[in-house]
């Protein structure tokens, strides 16, 4: 039996977000056919809404629904910090520890260059343009602790330390396994993460 051509887009359109093979997208879709119809258009309207109604910050690049984002909005953070992580997911990792409570800066991926990425490809300079400025004392460098995300730290710390920007540069503690990603990561292990940071 040929399935139909609207189902089997569907399937298509799954299959291409990441973790979601022919199979899983098969039930989501089947699993959709039977959903009422109030809930797949609230499903739908979520879906439309997801590029038009959000903003990357201008400051640190967080997604969200204002610019600047609520997190650089606040008075109450500390301003003297800056945590640099990869991806937007790595920040609400750490945002619900609740132990953070400097700035961030989302670089939106890492150096790869098996995958053509490269420090221009980044958001490396306007972490350099924001500590240019006055106020920041400390750099943590949160990248994941691959190859990759250590190859990034080490270039940020390189350049850091090459335009003389006099912060402290440190980096996340030891508590991740090597190979981890911190969107994952259990609360206590960024924790101890976070409080074990060392010097860079």
């Known amino acids: 039996m040929q399935i139909p051509k609207t189902i089997q887009k569907l399937i298509e359109s799954f299959e291409k977000l990441p973790g979601v093979g022919p199979k899983t997208a098969q039930r989501l879709t089947f699993y959709l056919l039977h959903v009422p119809q109030t809930e797949l258009d609230e499903f739908a309207l979520s879906l439309s809404s997801l590029k038009k109604k959000t903003v990357i910050c201008s400051i640190c690049n967080m997604t969200d629904e ?19 992580v990869e991806q937007p997911l790595d920040v609400l990792a750490l945002e619900k520890n609740q132990r953070f409570k400097g700035l961030y800066h989302v670089l939106h991926g890492k150096i790869d260059p098996l995958n053509n990425i490269g420090p221009d490809e980044i958001f490396i300079s306007s972490l350099l343009q924001r500590l240019k400025g006055k106020g920041v004392s400390e750099v943590i460098l949160a990248t994941n602790p691959t190859m990759e995300g250590e190859a990034t730290a080490m270039y940020i710390a390189k350049q850091i330390k090459a335009k003389d920007l006099r912060v ?16 994952y990561a259990d609360d206590i292990t960024l924790q101890r993460a976070m409080e074990g940071r060392s010097q860079y």
């Not at 204002?66 to 640099?84: A, E, G, Y």
């Not at 980096?171 to 990603?181: M, Q």
């Open 66 to 84: 204002v610019n600047p984002c609520t997190i650089c909005k606040n008075s109450l953070r500390d301003k003297t910090t800056i945590c640099v």
């Open 168 to 183: 402290k540069i440190t980096r996340i503690g030891r508590g991740l396994p090597v190979g981890a990603d911190l969107e």
